[in-house]
């Protein structure tokens, strides 16, 4: 079993609400200076055939129209 | 007309919308493992948060049995109705252009709003109908979290061209961010129609307005007759 972290964001250039909501709360708590917040979801897995996390990636794990992924084998 | 209303584990609006499909024909249930639609003319795929919106709403409930059963419905040109996370679920499949993202506030919504309809390709309607269906706004409540609709600038361009809008949000009224003030879109060919709000719980003077019903026939009338 090869083990695998994928890595799941919003594209560029799409409004991401919660990465601004993050990124507004940080002055309060005495984070100055900190821009261009997203959030995302992580997924850890482990697969038999990692060849094949691409297209699950594709399929399933991120939807590429609004999304792109990063898949890290660990 | 007979419909068919899935069920998902996670729906919650299916049982207004099969009480909506039974005020214009038969209509049964679907749970999501039936793979046959036999004897079904129109399909509903309701409101909710199937299997539990995990991952992204809509994503999980693609892959399962009936949907596969609705994709080849749709292929043949039956009418399909996505409403809410229905919507979702659609645009997931592939079934209809764009996304649904968090809404722009990231505050659930829940209200009754106007909904503009706009005419499809497909659309059959008398001359008098079709005067009426312009003018005349729906009145349907909208209650979501991820209800922005999205799209490249260029798809979106491309539903415009094609009629593929379905509905919009009346100027000034739209919750959730959408581009274009878009609540509802149609597939090319017009069969499959999806919108984020909720055309079943607007059918009974008791609750206010039945223009609901409207999305109903409307959809019913879209689809190619077997």
């Known amino acids: 079993m090869a083990r695998a972290r994928v890595l799941i964001r919003p594209k560029e250039g799409i409004l991401d609400p919660q990465g601004k909501a993050v990124e507004r709360a940080l002055p309060a708590l005495g984070f100055e200076g900190i821009g261009h917040v997203r959030v995302g979801r992580m997924v850890e897995l482990e697969a038999e055939d990692p060849e094949r996390l691409g297209e699950l990636c594709e399929k399933l794990l991120a939807n590429p129209l609004i999304e792109d992924y990063e898949i890290e084998r660990l | 007309m007979r419909w068919g209303v899935l069920q998902f584990p996670g729906s919650c609006d299916e049982r207004d919308a099969l009480h909506a499909c039974s005020l214009l024909g038969e209509a049964r249930l ?15 795929v309701p409101g909710g948060f199937s299997y539990g919106d995990y991952l992204r709403a809509g994503a999980i409930a693609r892959f399962s049995p009936a949907m596969e059963a609705v994709a080849e419905h749709a292929a043949a040109g039956g009418p399909v109705l996505g409403i809410c996370n229905g919507f979702q679920v659609l645009c997931e499949a592939g079934l209809l252009p764009g996304a649904l993202l968090l809404n722009e506030d990231l505050r659930f919504h829940c209200r009754q709003l106007d909904l503009l309809p706009e005419r499809g390709p497909t659309d059959r309607l008398t001359p008098s109908e079709v005067g009426q269906s312009i003018s005349q706004s729906l009145s349907i409540p909208a209650k979501h979290g991820e209800g922005r609709f999205w799209a490249p600038d260029e798809v979106l361009d491309g539903l415009e061209a094609r009629g593929q809008v379905a509905y919009r949000y009346a100027p000034g009224q739209n919750p959730n961010g959408s581009a274009r003030d878009i609540a509802g879109v149609r597939n090319e060919r017009g069969n499959v129609v999806g919108l984020m709000p909720h055309p079943e719980h607007a059918i009974d003077p008791l609750t206010g307005s039945t223009d609901g019903l409207r999305v109903f026939e409307a959809v019913a009338a879209a689809g190619v007759p077997a």
């Open chain 2, 30 to 44: 679907v749970w999501h493992e039936e793979r046959d639609l036999e004897g079904i003319d129109a399909v509903v």
